[in-house]
Structures are given as structure tokens and as C-alpha cells.
């Protein structure tokens, strides 16, 4: 199994509103790509400097289905949401035995 894991660090601006709606975009997800085993999404409640303030964990059966939801025309469309919201992001890739 490969687990993807991504942690976003969002702008300030309607940060609350941003993190709300980012979340619930992701969510769906599950529902629209056959690849994408499962996934969680989390709101952090840690208020310091180190902190990122949503992270995706996701799982998936192999790195082609990795690849595959990489480039779905839906984790796009919400990629582009990510993207236009979010100050930086990181991200982990690995193979969980």
C-alpha cells in the first residue's frame, strides 16, 4: 500500500473560510476517484510557528494509482483551489508493508 501524506499552510486571508472549504473539496474526492483507496482530512488545533493548518492522508494500492489520481481532472480542479489559498505545502510518499 502507498500512503500519500500532504500538509497545507494557508493565507491568512478568510483562512477559517479557505480551510472549510479546501477540506470539504477534498472529502469528496474519495467519492470520484476509483484509485484513491482512502483518505482523511485533518484541521490542525496547534497554535505554533511549526504548525501547517489542514493535512491529507490518503492511501492508495500502488504508486500507478498514485500517479493516476495525481493527474484526475477532479484532484486537479481542486488542486487549483489549493494553490490559489495557500501560502506552502509538503508533502510525504511512501510504501506502508
Not at 478568510?14 to 484513491?36: F, M, S
Not at 510557528?49 to 481532472?73: C, N
Amino acid at each position: 500500500m502507498i500512503v500519500h501524506i500532504v500538509m497545507f499552510k494557508f493565507k491568512e486571508e478568510n483562512k477559517a473560510i479557505n480551510i472549510a472549504r479546501v477540506q470539504a473539496k477534498l472529502n469528496r474526492l474519495e467519492d470520484l476517484i476509483p484509485e484513491l483507496k482512502s483518505m482523511e482530512v485533518g484541521i490542525n488545533f496547534t497554535q505554533s510557528e511549526r504548525a501547517f493548518d489542514l493535512s491529507l492522508y490518503s492511501t492508495f494500492e500502488s504508486e500507478e494509482d498514485l500517479k493516476a489520481y495525481a493527474v484526475h481532472p477532479e484532484h486537479l480542479k481542486v488542486v487549483e483551489v489549493i494553490k490559489s489559498v495557500t501560502l506552502e505545502s509538503k508533502v510525504v510518499d511512501y510504501v506502508l508493508e
